[in-house]
T-cell receptor, first 112, second 113 residues
Framework: EAAVTQSPRNKVAVTGGKVTLSCNQT?????MYWYRQDTGHGLRLIHY???????EKGDIPDGYKASRPSQENFSLILELATPSQTSVYFC???????????FGPGTRLTVL | GEQVEQRPPHLSVPEGDSAVIICTYT??????FYWYKQEPGAGLQLLMS?????DRKEEQGLTVLLNKKDKQLSLNLTAAHPGDSAVYFC????????????FGKGTQLIIQP
Protein backbone atom coordinates (compact mmCIF):
# COMPACT_ATOMS: atom_id res chain seq x y z
CA GLU A 1 0.00 0.00 0.00
CA ALA A 2 1.03 3.58 -0.66
CA ALA A 3 3.01 5.17 2.14
CA VAL A 4 3.13 8.91 2.68
CA THR A 5 4.50 10.40 5.88
CA GLN A 6 4.47 13.98 7.11
CA SER A 7 6.45 15.83 9.73
CA PRO A 8 5.84 17.43 12.07
CA ARG A 9 2.34 16.19 12.94
CA ASN A 10 1.66 19.29 14.99
CA LYS A 11 3.30 22.68 14.88
CA VAL A 12 2.79 25.96 16.70
CA ALA A 13 4.44 28.94 15.06
CA VAL A 14 4.55 32.67 15.68
CA THR A 15 3.38 35.29 13.23
CA GLY A 16 6.21 36.28 10.93
CA GLY A 17 8.18 33.14 11.56
CA LYS A 18 9.30 30.62 8.97
CA VAL A 19 7.64 27.21 8.87
CA THR A 20 8.66 24.17 6.85
CA LEU A 21 6.37 21.19 6.50
CA SER A 22 7.93 18.01 5.17
CA CYS A 23 6.50 15.10 3.23
CA ASN A 24 8.09 11.81 2.25
CA GLN A 25 6.68 9.10 -0.01
CA THR A 26 8.05 5.64 -0.64
CA UNK A 27 5.80 4.82 -3.60
CA UNK A 28 8.07 6.11 -6.32
CA UNK A 29 5.21 8.30 -7.52
CA UNK A 30 6.10 11.12 -9.85
CA UNK A 31 3.49 13.57 -8.59
CA MET A 32 3.16 15.09 -5.14
CA TYR A 33 0.64 17.58 -3.79
CA TRP A 34 0.11 19.91 -0.85
CA TYR A 35 -3.44 20.71 0.30
CA ARG A 36 -4.93 22.59 3.18
CA GLN A 37 -8.18 21.59 4.77
CA ASP A 38 -10.46 24.12 6.42
CA THR A 39 -14.03 23.81 7.60
CA GLY A 40 -16.38 24.91 4.85
CA HIS A 41 -13.72 24.79 2.15
CA GLY A 42 -12.88 21.14 1.86
CA LEU A 43 -9.45 20.44 0.38
CA ARG A 44 -7.68 23.19 -1.50
CA LEU A 45 -4.58 22.63 -3.59
CA ILE A 46 -1.61 24.84 -2.71
CA HIS A 47 1.30 23.48 -4.76
CA TYR A 48 2.12 20.31 -6.62
CA UNK A 49 5.05 18.73 -8.39
CA UNK A 50 5.60 16.44 -11.34
CA UNK A 51 8.98 15.23 -10.15
CA UNK A 52 12.30 16.21 -8.62
CA UNK A 53 13.08 19.85 -9.28
CA UNK A 54 9.54 20.70 -10.39
CA UNK A 55 6.99 22.80 -8.51
CA GLU A 56 3.70 24.18 -9.80
CA LYS A 57 1.18 26.59 -8.33
CA GLY A 58 -2.17 25.20 -7.30
CA ASP A 59 -5.34 27.14 -6.56
CA ILE A 60 -4.15 29.03 -3.45
CA PRO A 61 -0.35 29.45 -3.69
CA ASP A 62 -0.05 32.93 -2.18
CA GLY A 63 2.08 32.95 0.96
CA TYR A 64 3.50 29.48 0.28
CA LYS A 65 6.53 28.08 -1.48
CA ALA A 66 7.31 24.47 -2.32
CA SER A 67 10.45 22.48 -2.85
CA ARG A 68 10.92 19.04 -4.44
CA PRO A 69 14.58 18.12 -3.98
CA SER A 70 14.06 14.44 -4.76
CA GLN A 71 11.46 11.95 -5.94
CA GLU A 72 10.64 11.08 -2.34
CA ASN A 73 10.51 14.48 -0.65
CA PHE A 74 8.26 17.50 -1.06
CA SER A 75 8.29 20.44 1.34
CA LEU A 76 5.88 23.30 1.91
CA ILE A 77 7.46 26.52 3.14
CA LEU A 78 5.77 29.45 4.82
CA GLU A 79 8.38 32.21 4.78
CA LEU A 80 6.33 34.63 6.87
CA ALA A 81 3.60 32.73 8.67
CA THR A 82 0.30 34.47 9.35
CA PRO A 83 -2.66 33.44 11.55
CA SER A 84 -4.75 32.90 8.39
CA GLN A 85 -2.45 29.98 7.58
CA THR A 86 -3.63 28.11 10.65
CA SER A 87 -5.00 24.92 9.16
CA VAL A 88 -4.49 21.21 8.64
CA TYR A 89 -2.09 20.47 5.79
CA PHE A 90 -2.09 17.26 3.81
CA CYS A 91 0.50 15.91 1.46
CA UNK A 92 -0.39 13.36 -1.22
CA UNK A 93 1.43 11.39 -3.87
CA UNK A 94 0.16 10.00 -7.12
CA UNK A 95 0.95 9.52 -10.73
CA UNK A 96 -0.53 6.31 -11.87
CA UNK A 97 -2.69 6.21 -14.94
CA UNK A 98 -5.87 6.41 -12.90
CA UNK A 99 -4.70 9.58 -11.13
CA UNK A 100 -5.24 8.09 -7.69
CA UNK A 101 -3.74 10.10 -4.88
CA UNK A 102 -2.55 8.71 -1.57
CA PHE A 103 -2.58 10.97 1.44
CA GLY A 104 -0.37 11.45 4.45
CA PRO A 105 -1.81 11.77 7.98
CA GLY A 106 -1.75 15.55 8.00
CA THR A 107 0.00 18.34 9.91
CA ARG A 108 -1.95 20.59 12.20
CA LEU A 109 -0.40 24.07 12.07
CA THR A 110 -1.34 26.84 14.46
CA VAL A 111 0.06 30.32 13.86
CA LEU A 112 -0.26 32.60 16.88
CA GLY B 1 -12.00 23.33 -15.03
CA GLU B 2 -14.05 20.74 -13.23
CA GLN B 3 -16.35 21.75 -10.39
CA VAL B 4 -17.81 19.31 -7.89
CA GLU B 5 -20.76 19.85 -5.57
CA GLN B 6 -21.35 17.33 -2.79
CA ARG B 7 -24.44 16.82 -0.66
CA PRO B 8 -25.52 16.55 2.04
CA PRO B 9 -22.86 18.20 4.21
CA HIS B 10 -24.12 16.25 7.22
CA LEU B 11 -25.90 12.91 7.38
CA SER B 12 -27.02 10.86 10.37
CA VAL B 13 -28.54 7.39 9.96
CA PRO B 14 -29.34 4.55 12.36
CA GLU B 15 -27.07 1.54 12.41
CA GLY B 16 -28.15 -0.99 9.79
CA ASP B 17 -29.72 1.60 7.50
CA SER B 18 -28.33 2.81 4.18
CA ALA B 19 -26.62 6.12 3.62
CA VAL B 20 -26.39 7.90 0.29
CA ILE B 21 -24.01 10.71 -0.62
CA ILE B 22 -24.31 12.48 -3.96
CA CYS B 23 -21.89 14.53 -6.01
CA THR B 24 -22.56 16.45 -9.19
CA TYR B 25 -19.81 17.46 -11.56
CA THR B 26 -19.66 19.82 -14.51
CA UNK B 27 -17.22 18.42 -17.08
CA UNK B 28 -18.68 15.65 -19.22
CA UNK B 29 -15.15 14.73 -20.36
CA UNK B 30 -14.12 13.65 -16.87
CA UNK B 31 -12.79 10.10 -17.01
CA UNK B 32 -11.98 9.21 -13.38
CA PHE B 33 -13.89 9.57 -10.15
CA TYR B 34 -12.95 8.69 -6.58
CA TRP B 35 -14.43 8.31 -3.13
CA TYR B 36 -12.32 8.94 -0.05
CA LYS B 37 -12.98 8.39 3.66
CA GLN B 38 -11.45 10.52 6.39
CA GLU B 39 -11.57 9.39 9.99
CA PRO B 40 -10.91 11.88 12.81
CA GLY B 41 -7.31 13.02 12.96
CA ALA B 42 -6.31 11.05 9.89
CA GLY B 43 -5.63 11.57 6.22
CA LEU B 44 -7.91 10.66 3.37
CA GLN B 45 -8.19 6.95 2.63
CA LEU B 46 -9.03 5.93 -0.93
CA LEU B 47 -12.22 3.84 -0.91
CA MET B 48 -12.95 3.34 -4.56
CA SER B 49 -11.97 4.60 -7.96
CA UNK B 50 -14.38 4.52 -10.89
CA UNK B 51 -13.71 4.93 -14.55
CA UNK B 52 -16.32 6.70 -16.65
CA UNK B 53 -17.18 3.59 -18.69
CA UNK B 54 -18.69 2.03 -15.55
CA ASP B 55 -22.26 2.76 -14.41
CA ARG B 56 -22.12 0.78 -11.19
CA LYS B 57 -19.37 -0.60 -9.00
CA GLU B 58 -19.71 -2.55 -5.78
CA GLU B 59 -17.01 -3.32 -3.25
CA GLN B 60 -17.29 -4.43 0.38
CA GLY B 61 -20.71 -3.00 1.19
CA LEU B 62 -20.19 0.13 -0.91
CA THR B 63 -21.99 0.86 -4.16
CA VAL B 64 -20.98 3.66 -6.49
CA LEU B 65 -23.36 4.74 -9.22
CA LEU B 66 -22.32 6.98 -12.09
CA ASN B 67 -25.03 8.76 -14.07
CA LYS B 68 -23.22 10.44 -16.92
CA LYS B 69 -26.38 11.95 -18.36
CA ASP B 70 -27.02 13.92 -15.18
CA LYS B 71 -23.30 14.21 -14.32
CA GLN B 72 -23.96 12.65 -10.96
CA LEU B 73 -21.89 10.29 -8.83
CA SER B 74 -23.28 8.64 -5.72
CA LEU B 75 -21.96 6.51 -2.89
CA ASN B 76 -24.33 4.13 -1.14
CA LEU B 77 -23.30 2.49 2.13
CA THR B 78 -25.58 -0.45 2.82
CA ALA B 79 -26.18 -1.75 6.33
CA ALA B 80 -24.08 1.01 7.86
CA HIS B 81 -22.28 0.37 11.14
CA PRO B 82 -20.59 2.75 13.62
CA GLY B 83 -17.21 2.15 12.00
CA ASP B 84 -18.52 3.88 8.89
CA SER B 85 -18.80 7.16 10.79
CA ALA B 86 -16.37 9.54 9.08
CA VAL B 87 -16.16 12.34 6.55
CA TYR B 88 -16.54 11.20 2.96
CA PHE B 89 -15.20 13.07 -0.06
CA CYS B 90 -15.83 12.60 -3.73
CA UNK B 91 -13.21 13.68 -6.25
CA UNK B 92 -13.10 14.00 -10.00
CA UNK B 93 -10.29 14.23 -12.47
CA UNK B 94 -9.59 17.82 -13.44
CA UNK B 95 -9.63 17.67 -17.21
CA UNK B 96 -7.66 20.91 -17.30
CA UNK B 97 -4.65 18.67 -17.00
CA UNK B 98 -1.76 18.48 -14.56
CA UNK B 99 -3.03 15.22 -13.03
CA UNK B 100 -5.13 17.18 -10.58
CA UNK B 101 -8.27 16.19 -8.73
CA UNK B 102 -11.20 18.40 -7.79
CA PHE B 103 -12.73 17.48 -4.45
CA GLY B 104 -16.22 17.93 -3.08
CA LYS B 105 -16.46 19.68 0.28
CA GLY B 106 -17.21 16.49 2.16
CA THR B 107 -20.08 14.80 4.00
CA GLN B 108 -19.92 14.21 7.75
CA LEU B 109 -21.60 10.82 8.21
CA ILE B 110 -22.69 9.71 11.66
CA ILE B 111 -24.02 6.20 12.23
CA GLN B 112 -26.19 6.07 15.34
CA PRO B 113 -25.74 2.85 17.36
Amino acid sequence: EAAVTQSPRNKVAVTGGKVTLSCNQTNNHNNMYWYRQDTGHGLRLIHYSYGAGSTEKGDIPDGYKASRPSQENFSLILELATPSQTSVYFCASGGGGALEQYFGPGTRLTVL
Amino acid sequence: GEQVEQRPPHLSVPEGDSAVIICTYTDSATAYFYWYKQEPGAGLQLLMSVFSNVDRKEEQGLTVLLNKKDKQLSLNLTAAHPGDSAVYFCAAENTGGADRLTFGKGTQLIIQP
